[in-house]
């Protein structure tokens, strides 16, 4: 599974980062980049938790 984040959405909450670190990270410019492309299975769950508490909804995956 692949995830995109829409740079000119994110708002840099942070919420994808604090439930799943391991596919997000925050960057110095304040926005969320994915980590893992593509995402490994066992991080699937999480990964779409993330993308459910984006509250902008900038994180799609296919």
């Known amino acids: 599974m692949k995830f995109k984040v829409d740079q000119e959405l994110c ?3 942070g919420a994808c980062e604090g439930v799943c670190p391991e596919v997000f990270e925050m960057r110095d410019d304040d926005k969320a980049y994915v980590i ?4 490994p ?5 999480n990964a779409l938790e993330s993308e459910e508490s984006c509250p902008v909804e900038a994180i799609c995956h296919e």
């Open 11 to 13: 708002i840099g909450c």
């Open 36 to 39: 893992k492309d593509p995402v």
């Open 41 to 45: 299975a066992e991080l699937e769950d």
